[in-house]
């Protein structure tokens, strides 16, 4: 694909030598179209003035593989009557670096913006901005567009494993399927954070069809463990490959078990908040057997909160317990994302977490 490139842009050179020894001059200019020379007339008021125009506003990368950076060059000429500076150039994503060789040209000076493209992380049809600003009157602002179809060189899919709710002293399985591109791809190992709760196990699928080709498949599969404490749990599974290009990956496993205890509602949101805000929040602790407990401490660590937590039976036999928490947003926090640790005096249940989520923000 860079060779293709490469002769197309020496194509493109050399359609300009040779309108330039022809001398042709034109009294209109296509946008799409790079002059030899400065117009032979000019717009009313645009005398003495910068003109930008590329040879194409769209680079194609075409097929690529996630792990390789891909090199594209944007021509362009300032076919204006006087000098051009490029103020500025703005990127879309932080995956697409543009270079100057530097920032002004004179009328009819030739000049190259050279982009970086960085497809790791990606997946699918990408298609990037890049903004050029000048000086100019006449083109005070460019955009130019790279495009890809970026293919992982290892697919992991999918990439977050939630369980259905998991009943105490039960067991569910759930699987990562990791497919690879050379002929002997296989996963070689799999671990997980938290083996008191999940086992892992890996097996070679050999050859399948995925998405219209033909690869090479590993299964990954997670199994909650029967004897797992009741609480939300959350894990990493670390995935090693026999592919050195992408020889490790992760992904996310999720379970919540499920015993006597349950909280109500599952989750604390603060939903959207600035700072200053007060709030007022609670939810409730309970036996589903209505067996009485004690509910002994509720505690969390956030920086972007300043509360109180209080917490007390709801009901004369203490199957039921209320926690409120109140105060004030004086910190910002866009992902506000923390756990509640509650702890009560049930075997096995002696710990549970709640998380409380959502968006603070400075105003």
């Known amino acids: 694909m860079k060779n293709r490139f490469k002769s ?50 769209t680079q194609d990368a075409g097929e690529i593989f996630d792990q390789d950076d891909v090199k594209l060059s944007y021509l362009f000429r300032n076919t204006g009557a006087g000098p051009l500076t490029i103020t500025q150039v703005k990127t879309s994503c932080g995956c697409t670096v543009p270079e100057l060789a530097k920032k002004t040209y004179m009328p009819g000076e030739t000049g190259t913006l050279d982009v970086t493209f960085d497809p790791k992380g990606k997946s699918g049809t990408i298609a990037r901005n890049i903004t050029i600003f000048t000086d100019s009157e006449s083109t005070p602002s460019e955009t130019l567009i790279v495009r890809a179809l970026v293919k992982p060189i290892v697919v992991m899919d999918p990439k977050i494993v939630p369980f259905e709710a998991v009943e105490k002293g039960q067991s569910a399985t759930k699987e990562f399927k990791i497919y690879g591109r050379t002929d002997d791809f296989k996963v070689t190992r799999a671990t997980v954070g938290n083996p008191e709760v999940f086992d892992v196990e890996v097996e070679d699928m050999g050859e399948t069809e995925y998405k219209g080709e033909t690869l090479r498949m590993s299964i990954v599969r997670v199994t909650v463990r029967p004897n797992a404490r009741p609480d939300n749990h959350r894990a990493d599974v670390t995935i090693r490959t026999n592919d050195e290009r992408r020889s490790i990956m992760s992904g996310t496993v999720i379970a919540r078990v499920l015993g006597d205890l349950k909280l109500d509602p599952v989750r604390v949101t603060m939903g959207r908040m600035i700072v200053g805000d007060t709030f007022e929040k609670e939810f409730h602790v309970v036996s589903k057997s209505g067996k009485p407990f004690a509910l002994e401490s509720v505690a969390f660590n956030t920086i972007a909160l300043e509360s109180e937590t209080t917490f007390e039976p709801a009901n004369e036999e203490k199957s039921d317990w209320i926690v409120k928490i109140s105060g004030t947003v004086v910190a910002p926090a866009p992902r506000f994302n923390t756990p509640i640790r509650i702890i009560t005096d049930v075997e096995d249940e002696s710990e549970l977490t709640m998380q409380m989520y959502g968006q603070l923000r400075a105003q």
């Open 8 to 57: 197309m842009l020496l194509m493109s050179m050399g359609s300009m030598t040779l309108l330039a020894s022809t001398g042709l001059a034109q009294s209109s200019m296509n946008r799409d179209d790079l002059s030899p020379e400065a117009p032979a007339i000019m717009q009313p008021g645009l005398e003495n003035k910068g003109n930008l125009v590329f040879s194409s506003k």
